[in-house]
């Protein structure tokens, strides 16, 4: 596509429910980020994907959080057991080629109540 | 986490006027990026540095790589309306994991 597509644009769960933030990246970028923007701060690095494998996953907070990207194109993260502290706005990006700099999609704006 | 501390948090300009800011970070960086965020939207990329002094502008905007690695300014002349946002920098030495700023609000007064 001609960007980074985000889905679902928001969502809102209940505590300890299970949530799946889905990212299409710009066709043809081979490397995929995810990064957590909370209220009034700038975004925090997640994970890092390099084709189908997750180069770097050194972001996530805990293992309540996972992501894949099995076809080195779509990517899900995954969240298991929200909390109220995982509300935040999610981003997805993607790149051509390191230090380049991203692309980045609308993000997924999720709230845990 | 490496900290980037971006000042001034929030201007309050007249439409024209030049705009400075900064971004320090207590760790060397080999590339810094500036990116402006709108409400609702992910950040979008304005320009990126890759070496220690180097200038460069695109358009009104011109942002510069600090000689310590550890800076980054960004000019922006003659403000419009439509430079209203939250503009970040973000340093990295591996290209893949970026740490971004606080973030500088700008409002511009018509």
């Known amino acids: 596509g001609a960007g980074v597509s985000q889905t679902p644009s928001n969502k809102v769960t209940e505590k300890g429910k299970y949530v799946e933030l889905r990212c299409d990246p710009i066709?043809?970028?081979?490397?995929l980020y995810w990064y957590r923007q909370s209220l009034g701060q700038g975004p925090e690095f997640l994970i890092y994907?390099?084709?189908?494998?997750?180069?770097?996953d050194s972001g996530l907070p805990n293992d309540r959080f996972f992501a894949v990207r099995p076809e080195g194109s779509v990517s899900t993260l995954k969240i298991q057991r929200t909390e109220r502290g995982d509300s935040a706005v999610y981003l997805c990006?993607?790149?051509?080629?390191?230090?380049?700099?991203?692309?980045f999609g609308s993000g997924t704006r999720l709230t845990v109540v | 986490g490496q900290q980037l501390n971006q000042s001034p948090q929030s201007m309050f300009i007249q439409e024209g006027e030049d705009v400075s800011m900064n971004c320090t970070s207590s760790?060397?960086?080999?590339?810094w990026l500036w990116y402006k965020q709108d409400p609702g939207e992910g950040p979008v990329l304005l320009i990126a540095?890759?070496?220690?002094?180097e200038l460069t502008s695109n358009g009104r905007l011109t942002a510069q790589f600090g000689i310590t690695r550890k800076d980054s300014f960004l000019n922006i002349s003659a403000s419009i309306p439509s430079d209203v946002g939250i503009y970040f920098c973000?340093?990295?030495?591996?290209?893949?994991?970026?740490?971004f700023g606080t973030g500088t609000s700008l409002t511009v007064i018509p």
């Open positions: 990006a993607s790149s051509s080629s390191p230090f380049s700099g991203y692309t």
């Open positions: 066709s043809g970028h081979t490397a």
């Open positions: 994907f390099q084709g189908t494998g997750a180069a770097d």
């Open positions: 760790s060397i960086f080999n590339t």
């Open positions: 540095l890759y070496k220690a002094g």
């Open positions: 973000a340093g990295s030495n591996t290209g893949n994991q970026f740490y």
